[in-house]
């Protein structure tokens, strides 16, 4: 266990991968004890598909259109819900990352640098609200990364990579880790760690009033 802890292998969300072509979860090639990817073959995956956005996510989105990329990586800091007299209250510290050249999905082993100050969306749960207000895009072809600290340098091949990035260490220079296609995230989840792929909906109001939104840097 303390093996796959060091290789960021922590949550069900870190092993598995979204099956763009035949629209289904799989679980993906893991770089780890070779008993784990045998025993994982075993396992069912589940139907359901609701993807929470949670703190030490990071995401790409580009459009689903041939050769259409993005440049820009939003990596999730920090989220709260806060009850109030009309319902829930969103915040969400995030910030933006950006690739020397568009790409359709990052990838692995590229160093990345002077991201922007951190933002706070401060808002309506509802989704429809704050997924465009954080990602700037309602691009559903999505790729969730593993960001983690870095002196400059790939990892190589079978090397403990470096912690991961985080609100409380909040590094300049970042590698992609890990890179995996994914589906968006649909609901707000409780702060905390493990990504849960499994509940039967996704938690936003579906009222069709709207909360007051705002978007700061700080």
């Known amino acids: 266990m303390k093996?796959?802890?060091?290789?960021?292998?922590?949550?069900?969300?870190?092993?598995?991968?979204?099956?763009?072509?035949?629209?289904?979860?799989?679980?993906?090639?893991?770089?780890?004890?070779?008993?784990?990817?045998?025993?994982?073959?075993?396992?069912?995956?589940?139907?359901?598909?609701?993807?929470?956005?949670?703190p030490g996510q990071a995401w790409h989105f580009a459009s689903d259109k041939f050769l259409a990329g993005s440049?820009?990586?939003?990596?999730?800091?920090?989220?709260?819900?806060?009850?109030?007299?009309?319902?829930?209250?969103?915040?969400?510290?995030?910030?933006?990352?950006?690739?020397?050249?568009?790409?359709?999905?990052?990838?692995?082993?590229?160093?990345?640098?002077?991201?922007?100050?951190?933002?706070?969306?401060?808002?309506?749960?509802?989704?429809y609200d704050w997924f465009p207000e954080?990602?700037?895009?309602?691009?559903?072809?999505?790729?969730?990364?593993?960001l983690v600290t870095s002196h400059g340098q790939s990892t190589p091949p079978g090397a403990i990579p470096g912690d991961l990035s985080s609100l409380a260490a909040l590094p300049l220079t970042v590698e992609i880790y890990r890179s995996v296609p994914f589906l968006p995230p649909s609901y707000v989840g409780h702060p905390g760690p493990a990504i849960n792929l499994t509940l039967p909906a996704p938690l936003v109001s579906l009222s069709p009033s709207r909360g007051r939104t705002s978007s700061t840097s700080i």
């Not at 007299?85 to 969400?92: C, D, E, F, I, Q």
């Not at 933006?96 to 990345?112: D, K, V």
């Not at 954080?134 to 593993?146: Q, V």
């Open 71 to 127: 440049s820009t990586i939003t990596e999730i800091l920090f989220t709260n819900l806060s009850p109030t007299a009309w319902g829930y209250s969103l915040t969400v510290l995030y910030r933006h990352w950006h690739l020397l050249a568009s790409a359709t999905s990052p990838p692995t082993g590229t160093i990345l640098r002077n991201p922007s100050r951190p933002q706070v969306y401060h808002g309506s749960m509802a989704t």
């Open 3 to 54: 093996c796959l802890h060091a290789f960021h292998l922590s949550t069900y969300g870190d092993l598995v991968t979204w099956n763009r072509a035949s629209s289904h979860w799989s679980w993906r090639a893991v770089n780890g004890p070779k008993a784990l990817e045998g025993a994982l073959n075993t396992l069912a995956l589940p139907h359901d598909t609701a993807v929470p956005l949670l």
């Open 134 to 146: 954080i990602f700037g895009t309602l691009d559903t072809c999505a790729t969730l990364l593993t």
